[in-house]
């Protein structure tokens, strides 16, 4: 029973923390730490009820449930996730047109930026560690706020042509809905690149 429902949270936890973007040793863990949590409760449990009966499956589903609880708000003091920086912009590339622009900030700005606006969960862990992941390997790859002259991206067209950025989780459950651009918008976004310098296209 035990075995039955850890297993089955793992696989919720794994397929949330995808969808969430949750780094998958990150949501194993905490999926473990409620397991553990659990376990630990129902052994202590049994031992004062002299172990005469078997836990009943409603009992077990209660104290994963509240081991969940437990977890979810003791990671909240872990300090990661909770900076959120917006380093000075230093220097943007010179978009071709304001619309470029516009269609950049509402697409990519959220992670490729230091403009980035820290949506209210962004404080509440887990979400909050997979944001502030997004946003440092977001702008690891490329950020447009520090774009440097005489700089060269042959990813960004590429990227946008493939439907690879934004990411799946950044607009999942109705999030971010601007970030959804349709297909003119691309094909704006797109040609305007193509227009900026610095934006070159990847022919291999
Ligand atoms: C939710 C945050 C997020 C948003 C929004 C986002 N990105 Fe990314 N981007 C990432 C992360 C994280 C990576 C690095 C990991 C990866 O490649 O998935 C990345 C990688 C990239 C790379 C490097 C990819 C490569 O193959 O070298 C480019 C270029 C890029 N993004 C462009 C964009 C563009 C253009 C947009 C808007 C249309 C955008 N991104 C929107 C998070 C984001």
């Known amino acids: 029973m035990v075995l039955l429902t850890s297993l089955a949270l793992l696989a919720i936890g794994l397929v949330g923390g995808a969808v969430i973007g949750l780094h998958p040793a990150i949501t194993v ?28 499956a409603t009992g077990t ?21 909770r900076e959120h920086s917006n380093p000075p912009v230093a220097m943007e590339p010179a978009w071709s047109t304001p619309e470029t622009r516009e ?3 509402r697409a990519c700005f959220g992670c490729h930026s230091n403009e980035v606006m820290w949506p209210t969960y962004s404080n509440i862990a887990p979400f909050s560690w997979a944001v502030t992941q997004h946003v440092q390997e977001g702008r690891d ?32 459950f109705g999030l971010h809905p601007e970030a959804n651009l349709t297909g003119t918008e ?10 900026t310098p610095g934006f070159v296209e990847d022919d291999g």
């Open 29 to 56: 863990l905490l999926v473990a730490a409620v397991v553990v949590t659990s376990i630990v409760s129902l052994v202590r449990s049994g031992r004062r009820r002299g172990d005469a009966q078997r836990p009943s």
């Open 141 to 172: 790859e490329i950020n447009y706020s520090e774009f440097g002259s005489g700089k060269e991206d042959d990813d960004t067209i590429e990227t946008i042509l493939e439907g690879d950025m934004p990411p799946g989780y950044y607009t999942v």
């Open 61 to 81: 589903i209660a104290r994963f449930g509240l081991s969940a609880i437990v977890v979810l708000t003791v990671i909240q003091v872990v300090p990661y996730g």
């Open 103 to 105: 269609l950049m900030v």
């Open 186 to 195: 691309v094909d704006a976004l797109v040609a305007g690149l193509r227009d």
